[in-house]
């Protein structure tokens, strides 16, 4: 039965290091030639797994090789990959590999980049990561259904030389609204949640199942790759007895820190990778509880000691530094300046203007629409795009090849937004004017309500790339553009 093997599939994840991860892709992958690109199968079907209650209680779901979440892809940095994409369901699809650096015929958007993949067809993505770091793939088509039904799995690209860590582990956490007997609540699209903070789930899942407790071994040193595949909760996860170091963000690496006040705050489609040294005692329990949103804090997980005796590793005070990724500087002398206003939601002030376009648009915030067709409840620069991209998107600004730009984006909502730059990382440099203390790289950047944010970036990857909200339904219903370079 599919929920036993995605159990069995991410406890020996959790038990073997990456040994296992390495044979869930073995395992789904099938070489090619000797000389040729690796060649990977993932297959998007429905399927149902285990996530709560008892042993029969299963819970329908659109699925990556059977798997909740997808199977976790290891791909090396600077080596060519195949990914056959084949579309087994009854609804157009494409996949997204978020925060590679593709080209952008390899990035998924339907419409923009290529034609959907329609049912009974594959897809071939060809590409070589130039980076390495935690990343991760979801279809970006019919979104909110899609990834809300479970489409979403893990990419990590590994260093060219092994990172000296105990334990090499990823938790992918995904946000679901269950009913008591297992389904999925439907209500997808809820235009009163779209001009919210969008469809926020009651179950939060840790690789595919919700986490009494995850085995540790006091001593040990653990690399942990955060990833946020929700549609639209935001975390802020806290470690009880723990300090969790983070090397890298969206998978870039940063210079080593502490989260601020301990907290390690990730919007939908954010990733941290942090380092963490397990000082507990043996055979405790310390909590692992995300309390962004103060009436809806829950315990996500527990780290569970072994009984055994500390292991006795490397000289605590050396901190791995993660080997920097081939980014292009941006020029912040020559950089061009330009602003993205966000605009829209309930509470923020009125209606919009003109300028709508893309399916199915409206003026202004329409009522408890059940059409099924996305609505404008946002807005960029007075522009709404709406829905995951479709033909004919026309480009809010065109961006010259190899320049340096610096794009402000001020957030004039009452609501948070994880906003998403495809086909690049950029430098986040300040908020509100202030300088940031890290200028990490990053690929998604939260900003809260009313602030502003500046990232710089090199355009030098040519094509049409999307910029978008990763809360999902705000995505859908306008708070999305195109930036062209050439
Ligand atoms: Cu992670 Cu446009 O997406
Ligand atoms: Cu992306
Ligand atoms: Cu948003």
Same mark, same amino acid.
């Given at each position: ?9 991410? *406890? ?28 990977? *199968? ?32 290891? +791909? ?21 590999? $978020? ?6 015929? /390899?990035? &998924?958007?339907? &419409? ?20 390495? &770091? ?20 893990? +990419? ?21 609204? +269950? @009913?008591?007997?297992g389904r999925i609540a439907s209500g997808f699209g809820n235009s009163m949640e779209a001009g919210m903070s969008g469809r926020v789930g009651n179950t939060a899942t ?105 292991? =006795? ?9 993660? #080997? ?5 500087? #941006? =020029? ?6 330009h602003e993205l206003v966000l605009q829209g939601g309930m509470m923020s002030g009125g209606m919009m203007g003109g300028g709508m376009m893309g399916g199915g648009t409206?003026?202004? /915030?329409?009522? /408890? ?23 004919? /998107?026309?480009?809010? *600004?065109?961006? @010259?090849?190899?320049? !340096? ?11 948070? %937004? ?11 440099? !300040? *908020? ?5 203390? $890290? ?12 602030? !502003? ?20 339904? %705000? ?12």
């Open positions: 039965m599919n929920s036993r093997f995605t159990n069995t599939v991410s *406890r020996r994840t959790f038990l073997q290091c990456g040994a296992s991860v390495a044979l869930t892709t073995i395992a789904d992958s099938r070489i090619a030639q000797a000389d040729g690109p690796r060649e990977i *199968r993932v297959r998007t079907a429905p399927g149902a797994v285990h996530l709560i209650g008892d042993k029969n209680t299963t819970t329908d779901v659109l699925a990556y090789n059977d798997l909740v979440p997808g199977p976790t892809l290891r +791909l090396k940095q600077g080596e060519p990959v195949r990914l056959i994409v084949e579309n087994r369901m009854d609804q157009d699809t494409t996949v997204h590999w $978020h925060g590679i650096r593709v080209p952008n015929a /390899m990035d &998924g958007v339907p &419409g923009l980049t290529q034609p959907p993949i329609e049912p009974g067809q594959d897809f071939p993505y060809e590409f070589t990561p130039p980076d390495a &770091g935690t990343f991760w793939y979801h279809p970006h088509a019919n979104s909110l259904q899609q990834l809300g039904r479970g489409l979403a799995g893990v +990419l990590i690209v590994e260093e060219l030389e092994p990172v000296a860590v105990d334990r090499d582990i990823v938790w992918m956490i995904m946000d679901w609204r +269950l @009913k008591s007997d840790l690789n595919g199942r919700v986490s009494a407790g995850e085995p540790v071994r006091a001593g040990e040193r653990i690399r942990l790759r955060l990833v946020n595949g929700a549609l639209a909760r935001i975390m802020a996860l806290r470690i009880e007895g723990h300090r969790p170091i983070v090397v890298a963000i969206d998978g870039q690496p940063c210079e080593p820190h502490e989260p601020d006040g301990g907290r390690l705050i990730l919007g939908p489609a954010m990733r941290a990778d942090v380092v963490i040294d397990m000082q507990g005692e043996p055979g405790q329990r310390y909590r692992v509880i995300d309390n962004f949103y103060d009436d809806l804090a829950y315990e996500l997980t527990q780290l569970a000691y072994d009984k055994a005796p500390p292991i =006795d590793s490397r000289p605590a005070d050396t901190l791995p530094d993660l #080997p920097r990724n081939p980014l292009p500087e #941006p =020029d912040l002398v020559n950089a061009e300046s409206t003026n202004g /915030m329409g009522g /408890m629409g059940t059409s099924g067709m996305s609505r404008a409840v946002w807005a960029i620069n007075g522009t709404s795009m709406t829905g995951d991209g479709h033909a004919g /998107m026309q480009p809010l *600004r065109t961006f @010259k090849l190899g320049q !340096s730009y610096l794009l402000t984006m001020r957030n004039e909502t009452a609501w948070w %937004h994880p906003m998403h730059f495809h086909g690049h990382s950029f430098r986040v440099l !300040s *908020r509100n004017g202030s300088p940031v203390p $890290h200028r990490q790289w990053s690929d998604t950047v939260l900003l809260p309500p009313k602030e !502003s944010v500046d990232v710089a970036f090199v355009a030098d990857n040519p094509g049409d790339w999307m910029l978008h909200c990763h809360v999902t339904d %705000h995505q859908m219903t306008g708070l999305m553009t195109v930036l062209r370079i050439v």
